[in-house]
């Protein structure tokens, strides 16, 4: 048997899955097995896969028809038979020694049932890949009150799970359209301790996940919907939170509309969140992330959407393009 599991639902993939696999392929810890599961793509994703599968006995191909990202990823639990279960999307990355530290850190912390590691995003300038650090948290032990305030993890290709820790809690929820990760994980949470890896190790890629408003007002309606559910469940000490989660999740939806919209539909939708946002907890205009995006904004509303993302490109190239903070080890 295998140590770690590797689910991969892949749907139309084409194009990134390769090099997906490949990160997997170049880590530093071996004794794993790759199961992908391909969720009926109408593309070559299976045609690929099965020469990848060709390469390598520990890849496992399953495909099915179509039914989501949550329904495949439930799909590869039941064929995993490693001791530890990780999720990789098919266009996501992983640095070398992903695997090998976050399991060091789980052998280290046997009360833990799920590691996590600090996650980049990754987009494509010309023809070039640059790299933007979306977290540093240090929350580890029960980090679940944290994680219903924001959700610091972040990607759904971060964690490495115990079998237990995985078989304690239902799988992902197949009724939500948006923030299915965010959920799985504050029901692990619930049960169990983190540990963190304080590294740079998930490659988050944006450029093949661009999306328009309508995905943006999927994600605002199903993230309220997601937060209503997790407050059921939360004990009563901690439902005074639930302002703070909704406000720090209506900034992330702000944060979305303006990077996604090229036009004032967007701009309207994101002042109304951020302040929907202010309304519901005022001391998060404290936050320089808080006072940024309000900024944006404003030039948004005053110049135009296009204006205002060529001024911050080019601010962002001045100021971080050899940054090594940013980069992944």
């Given at each position: 048997m295998p140590m770690i599991s590797v689910i991969i639902p892949a749907y139309n993939a084409e194009h990134?899955?390769?090099?997906?696999v490949e990160?997997?392929?170049q880590q530093t810890f071996l004794d794993y097995e790759i199961i992908i599961i391909d969720d009926g793509s109408r593309d070559q994703t299976l045609e690929v896969l099965n020469k990848i599968a060709v390469q390598d006995k520990r890849v496992k191909v399953f495909s099915y028809e179509n039914a989501g990202a949550c329904v495949a990823r439930n799909l590869g639990i039941s064929h995993a038979t490693g001791e530890f279960i990780a999720f990789l999307d098919s266009d996501d990355l992983w640095t070398r020694d992903k695997l090998e530290l976050q399991l060091a850190a789980l052998q280290k912390h046997p009360e833990a049932g799920i590691a996590y590691s600090w996650t980049c995003t990754?987009?494509?300038?010309?023809?070039?890949?640059?790299f933007m650090q979306c977290n540093t948290s240090l929350y580890e032990g029960n980090i679940y009150p944290n994680l219903l305030i924001s959700n610091f993890i972040g990607s759904g290709s971060n964690i490495l799970a115990r079998r237990q820790a995985i078989e304690s809690v239902e799988g992902f929820d197949t009724t939500l359209k948006a923030c299915q990760d965010w959920d799985y994980y504050l029901r692990l949470a619930a049960r169990w301790s983190f540990v963190l890896v304080p590294k740079n190790q998930i490659l988050y890629r944006q450029s093949s996940r661009g999306t328009i408003t309508s995905n943006v007002d999927v994600m605002e309606e199903q993230g309220r919907f997601m937060l209503d559910k997790a407050y059921q469940t939360a004990p009563p000490e901690l439902q005074h939170l639930k302002s703070q989660s909704l406000s720090n999740f209506h900034r992330y939806c702000a944060v979305l509309y303006l990077q996604y919209s090229n036009n004032f539909i967007g701009v309207k939708k994101s002042g109304k969140n951020l302040w929907q946002s202010i309304c519901m907890y005022p001391q998060i205009l404290l936050h320089e992330n808080t006072q940024k995006l309000l900024l944006k904004f404003l030039l948004m509303h005053v110049l135009s959407p296009q204006i205002t993302q060529s001024i911050i490109n080019f601010n962002k190239i001045v100021n971080d393009v050899n940054d090594p903070r940013i980069k992944p080890n």
């Amino acid at each position: 048997m295998p140590m770690i599991s590797v689910i991969i639902p892949a749907y139309n993939a084409e194009h990134t899955i390769w090099e997906t696999v490949e990160s997997v392929w170049q880590q530093t810890f071996l004794d794993y097995e790759i199961i992908i599961i391909d969720d009926g793509s109408r593309d070559q994703t299976l045609e690929v896969l099965n020469k990848i599968a060709v390469q390598d006995k520990r890849v496992k191909v399953f495909s099915y028809e179509n039914a989501g990202a949550c329904v495949a990823r439930n799909l590869g639990i039941s064929h995993a038979t490693g001791e530890f279960i990780a999720f990789l999307d098919s266009d996501d990355l992983w640095t070398r020694d992903k695997l090998e530290l976050q399991l060091a850190a789980l052998q280290k912390h046997p009360e833990a049932g799920i590691a996590y590691s600090w996650t980049c995003t990754m987009y494509k300038q010309g023809e070039s890949l640059r790299f933007m650090q979306c977290n540093t948290s240090l929350y580890e032990g029960n980090i679940y009150p944290n994680l219903l305030i924001s959700n610091f993890i972040g990607s759904g290709s971060n964690i490495l799970a115990r079998r237990q820790a995985i078989e304690s809690v239902e799988g992902f929820d197949t009724t939500l359209k948006a923030c299915q990760d965010w959920d799985y994980y504050l029901r692990l949470a619930a049960r169990w301790s983190f540990v963190l890896v304080p590294k740079n190790q998930i490659l988050y890629r944006q450029s093949s996940r661009g999306t328009i408003t309508s995905n943006v007002d999927v994600m605002e309606e199903q993230g309220r919907f997601m937060l209503d559910k997790a407050y059921q469940t939360a004990p009563p000490e901690l439902q005074h939170l639930k302002s703070q989660s909704l406000s720090n999740f209506h900034r992330y939806c702000a944060v979305l509309y303006l990077q996604y919209s090229n036009n004032f539909i967007g701009v309207k939708k994101s002042g109304k969140n951020l302040w929907q946002s202010i309304c519901m907890y005022p001391q998060i205009l404290l936050h320089e992330n808080t006072q940024k995006l309000l900024l944006k904004f404003l030039l948004m509303h005053v110049l135009s959407p296009q204006i205002t993302q060529s001024i911050i490109n080019f601010n962002k190239i001045v100021n971080d393009v050899n940054d090594p903070r940013i980069k992944p080890n």
